[in-house]
């Protein structure tokens, strides 16, 4: 059984700090890392995707992966109110095609203004 | 906007009866899939579709079944709903890639 894992929250942090966002998998094959937002009572949106080691910018978001240590991250700086959502890491399936995701269960970020 | 839409998008039903919920996308997406999320179990993979006519089943696929005859159109049905099958439903799609994009969801209740 592929398992994502990250920390459920809720992780709280004032306006204008930076929020850290961890997850890790157990598939070692995994090549595609995803963050989706998610506010509450919406659907997940995708906001950043990564795919080779090291950090990917965009914007005020920053990913970071290291596939040795099967980890991924996701960095947001000048958090602001609007980011408060649950942040869900999500992992390509290896073993098979059709281009399927293995999800986290989400981690709870509020932003304190 | 992936373009992607899902009816209904709130139902409830009793218990025993069969329920059908639609996706429907309108960006040619090869692949859809269908999953549920629940409090404490995060978005679980039911079924999915490659292709018109194209499915197979995902982690939590017992109770459900899905028809894909059109490239636009991904029908999960649950033949007996049951109390457990209480859930907000999302269907995904995606252009042969690993990126997937959410429709809106549909909360449905079973009593």
């Known amino acids: 059984q592929k398992e994502v894992e990250q920390n459920s929250g809720p992780l709280s942090v004032p306006e204008g700090a930076i929020a850290s966002l961890n997850c890790t998998y157990s598939d070692r094959g995994s090549q595609s890392f995803f963050w989706y937002r998610q506010y509450s009572g919406k659907s997940p949106e995708l906001i950043m995707s990564?795919?080779?080691?090291g950090d990917k910018e965009d914007g005020r978001f920053t990913a970071q992966l290291n596939k040795a240590s099967q980890y991924v991250s996701l960095l947001i700086r000048d958090s602001q109110p609007s980011d408060s959502a649950t942040y869900l890491c999500a992992v390509n399936d290896s073993g098979g095609s059709n281009y399927k995701l293995t999800f986290g269960k989400g981690t709870l970020l509020t932003v304190n203004p | 906007d992936a373009g992607i839409t899902q009816s209904p998008r709130h139902k409830v039903t009793e218990t025993g009866t069969p329920v059908t919920l639609r996706c429907h996308q309108t960006?040619?997406?090869?692949?859809m899939y269908w999953y549920r999320q629940d409090p404490g179990h995060g978005l679980r993979l039911i079924h999915y579709s490659y292709g018109v006519k194209d499915t197979d089943k995902g982690e939590v696929s017992d109770g459900y079944s899905v028809s894909r005859s059109k490239t636009e159109d991904f029908l999960l049905t649950l033949e007996s709903a049951t109390s457990s099958q209480t859930s907000v439903y999302f269907c995904a799609a995606s252009q042969g890639s690993y990126e997937q994009y959410f429709g809106p969801g549909t909360r449905l209740t079973v009593t």
């Open positions: 990564i795919y080779s080691n």
């Open positions: 960006e040619n997406h090869r692949y």
